[in-house]
């Protein structure tokens, strides 16, 4: 996981630790009574189905169709069906603790398919079949290209908080102040506490070949608690952001692969059930329960509703068990209604979302942790068909209007033209929830938790934490148009520094939209020396993200620490400025640089730079290699070079944080980067060469066996250079486990002129450890690695190297060189997930065993994952 993203789940636990709410109160009784009859005579329908939707909380009606249902946790609505009439949903009153409702049940009018079951076959898995054997009629992935409107409501809040936590004397000023308010409670009977409600209006778009998607956030207001950037939240609660579709094998949520009830391996992961015959709508459904054959496994437990005709799904309620091997959540609900899309002839081609409903309960790690709920609902609709834009228009796959965001700002302390745009705001958004959001728009009780969430952000500790959580979750503290950071760098200790302390800054977008300037200043106490950097970078175009730069800096860097060989690994960057710094040198670097992004995933960079080599270990090399011992030698280098690199990235994905563009997710397409650099005597470089790079990474799925990972590198230098120059090979030597590195090799232990090296990760998940008894319930997970690196070094570019000892009399710094008939290898074993957080990795070194190389090391590392 990226470092601030790991670093955002420790802070929110301190945020919830920090805005706990009152002690649950006495849960109430929620009594649902009424009676279900026939639409077309009146009379009573004996023996009906009632139920909560989303929930396993039911009754059957008497002979005259009276019913009482009486449950603790009441959802917004009942599904009601019975023999020979469809199925129909009626919505509740969640305010209301007793109600009577007169429920018409529609006939059901249309004829069954064939299913053919066979001889002792559950009846289920002949509809199944016929699911998969239609895919390619109800999948909405055929339809050529279509466009959607969406209404999308998220609300964050706290549900539990231990006796501990709420008696701290913080908590109580909080609790004083939400006293005295009117109370908002869960399905459960639970208090909660609200910290955000969103609300977002949104177009998306969606075309089939070349694959692309694009949302465009029309319109966003946000309540509550301010850590996280509106810009960025807008972009993840658009309309799409839990859209799941069930047709495909494998889900993915909350960064897992969760089976589908309907994929291929249907029957290998799930127990099916034909449970009745009803009508949702317009549409005579199947009604199939399911339930995992391995509650421990990634898969769901809930219904489905298939169209008797079609063969389609038309609506599913699937749920994520506390069984589940998956972190931190205790339940999670996902609801989905499907329609049929019909083309300008009036023929279903496939079935869109309508409404989808999530709702997820998360809990931190110990007895006193406190739980939250998150719940997101998007209702769809106002689709097009088969009228596909343009490909430069799927550019970015988000875009926030600039007028996007709402004032939120109570009206009576607006005037003027503020006032104005404020009453307008309001008449979009009513006309929105109206026309778009329905049934699903604002509630009762969610206009309740946006006057909880004012209170809440008046109470001055609360304050303060929104400032604290903003550091811990983004590493910057803003202060206007200045973001001050990144606090991960700010202290290191090693033995060329001493103490080193840093302090840098970035301006953000309050201060340009089109120029961002970043500097730091860093002082060791070890070397007394003053190290910094400034970078001013021009964006020229936003669409196209082109942007024109240029940078210098002083520091202190190491081998082998460049972006392409450490892969962008942050963390493992921030701690090797730790402890013994090996083959450190001091850098005088100076850059100018052009990106562009032509095509939506092709990133083209073009730089012109020098940087200086004085190393602060032991090391001279030959200015004159053809003449042998005899060449005179040296420590230091210039360095003036030019390069060109492309960066492939089809499925990429990413979100705006102002001016920053930070990259979210690749899919499964490889992501390919190519770079050649060509060294001159220019600004008075001391090298002529040239240099090819190559890497590529991609995530695989496995389906039950987990998923993999790979980073395939490859370099090439025909020219001849001091070693410094060439690739040294990231070792790790620490006792941190750190993926796509050499665990068990030293910093600079290798050089090579021409290399290829693979990192291959494989997570199993729980497929091994959830069939074993008392190990599943420990939620553990497995994983295998395997690092292999062919290299060598021409013998031409070894006349570099100088045996001699350097002036002060120490031998001169020797690079190792690999056999290029036998790579390096290095395979591994570990478990992670252990007290959800630690990992523990065992390495090998199969070979290049000198004397006193360790064969074999355990590491660990810190992993938060759900």
Request: net charge positive; glycine share 8%.
């Amino acid at each position: 996981m990226h470092f601030y993203t790991s670093l955002r789940f420790g802070a929110f636990a301190t945020l919830f630790w920090l805005l706990a709410q009152l002690a649950q109160a006495q849960t109430p009784t929620y009594v649902v009574s009424g009676t279900v009859v026939d639409a077309r005579t009146g009379e009573g329908v004996p023996f009906s189905s009632v139920a909560l939707v989303g929930r396993s909380v039911g009754v059957t009606s008497d002979d005259k169709g009276v019913f009482t249902l009486k449950t603790t946790r009441l959802t917004d609505s009942l599904y009601v069906s019975s023999m020979g009439f469809g199925i129909k949903r009626f919505a509740l009153d969640k305010t209301k603790l007793n109600q009577v409702l007169l429920l018409k049940l529609p006939p059901a009018g249309r004829v069954l398919q064939e299913v053919v079951v066979r001889a002792g076959e559950n009846p289920a898995w002949g509809i199944l079949r016929n699911v998969r054997k239609n895919i390619d009629k109800n999948d909405r992935r055929r339809i050529r290209a279509y466009e959607y409107d969406s209404y999308s409501k998220t609300a964050v809040s706290l549900t539990h908080i231990s006796d501990k936590l709420r008696s701290n004397p913080l908590i109580k000023k909080v609790m004083a102040a939400m006293d005295k308010k009117d109370s908002v409670t869960d399905d459960l009977g639970r208090k909660m506490m609200p910290l955000m409600m969103t609300e977002s209006v949104s177009r998306y778009f969606y075309r089939e070949s070349p694959e692309r998607k694009h949302e465009d956030i029309v319109k966003t207001r946000l309540k509550g608690m301010d850590i996280v950037e509106p810009e960025i939240l807008s972009q993840f609660v658009g309309g799409n952001a839990l859209s799941y579709n069930f047709y495909q094998n494998y889900l993915r949520v909350l960064g897992k692969d969760f089976a589908s009830p309907v994929g291929a391996d249907w029957k290998g992961w799930y127990s099916m059930y034909l449970a009745d015959t009803t009508k949702i709508g317009d549409f005579v459904c199947y009604e199939i329960q399911f339930d995992p054959k391995n509650k421990q496994d990634l898969v769901f437990t809930g219904k489905m509703y298939i169209d008797t005709t079609t063969f389609a799904l038309t609506m599913i309620e699937a749920k994520v068990g506390a069984e589940a091997n998956l972190n931190y959540v205790r339940r999670m609900e996902i609801e989905q209604e499907l329609e049929p899309a019909l083309d300008s002839a009036g023929n279903k081609i496939g079935w869109m979302p309508v409404s989808m409903r999530t709702t997820a309960e998360v809990y931190g790690v110990g007895k006193n942790s406190v739980g939250a709920m998150l719940q997101q609902t998007t209702r769809n609709s106002g689709f097009l068909l088969n009228q596909p834009k343009p490909l430069s228009y799927y550019d970015r796959t988000v875009s926030v209007a600039d007028t996007a965001k709402s004032n939120t700002t109570a009206l009576e302390e607006l005037e003027g033209d503020d006032k104005q745009a404020a009453l307008a705001d309001e008449a979009y958004w009513a006309n929105a929830r109206k026309k778009l959001g329905g049934m699903d728009s604002l509630s009762t009780n969610d206009r309740k938790a946006q006057g909880l969430i004012d209170t809440l952000r008046a109470v001055p500790i609360v304050r303060t934490t929104e400032i604290l959580t903003r550091i811990a979750t983004t590493g910057w503290y803003r202060r206007g148009p200045v973001d001050w950071g990144p606090y991960p760098y700010a202290v290191a200790v090693n033995n060329i520094e001493g103490l080193r302390l840093r302090a840098g800054f970035r301006t953000n977008g309050n201060f340009s939209k089109s120029m961002v300037f970043r500097a730091y200043t860093a002082y060791g106490t070890g070397d007394a020396r003053f190290k910094g950097g400034a970078e001013l970078d021009f964006i020229l175009s936003r669409r196209k993200w082109t942007i024109m730069g240029a940078r210098a800096s002083y520091d202190l860097d190491r081998l082998g620490f460049t972006p392409e060989l450490i892969n962008g690994n942050k963390i493992f960057q921030a701690f090797s400025r730790f402890g013994k710094y090996q083959g450190g040198f001091y850098n005088n670097q100076q850059e100018i640089y052009v990106r562009t992004e032509p095509l939506k995933g092709v990133m083209l960079t073009a730089t012109l730079g020098d940087r200086t080599f004085v190393p602060t270990f032991p090391f001279h090399y030959r200015v004159n290699p053809e003449m042998d011992d005899n060449s005179p030698t040296r420590p230091d280098f210039t360095d003036s070079y030019w390069s060109v690199e492309a960066r492939l990235a089809r499925q990429e994905t990413y979100v705006m944080d102002g001016n920053e563009r930070i990259p979210v997710a690749t899919k499964r397409t490889p992501v390919l980067w190519i770079k050649y650099q060509r060294g001159q005597r220019i600004l008075g470089g001391d090298f002529i060469y040239h240099r090819f790079s190559f890497r590529a990474f991609q995530t695989l799925k496995f389906g039950k066996m987990g998923r993999s990972s790979y980073v395939l590198q490859a370099g090439y230098i025909p020219s001849r250079l001091p070693a410094p120059l060439l690739f040294p090979h990231t070792g790790n030597p620490t006792f941190f486990f750190a993926p796509n590195t050499f665990n068990r090799m030293q910093f600079y232990e290798f050089v090579s002129d021409r290399f290829m090296s693979l990192h291959w990760q494989h997570n199993f998940d729980g497929v091994l450890f959830n069939r074993i008894p008392l190990i599943k319930k420990l939620n553990w997970r497995l994983w295998g690695n395997a690092d292999v690196l062919w290299g060598s070094r021409q013998p031409r570019s070894r006349q570099v190297d100088s045996p001699r000892p350097v002036p002060s009399g120490q031998p001169s710094t020797v690079f190792g060189v690999l056999n290029p008939d036998i790579p390096y290898i290095e395979a591994g074993y570990g478990i992670s997930n252990i007290f959800k957080f630690l990992r523990i990795q065992a390495v090998h070194r199969l070979n290049y065993l000198t004397p006193g190389t360790d064969r074999f090391i355990i590491k660990g590392a810190v992993e938060f994952s759900f």
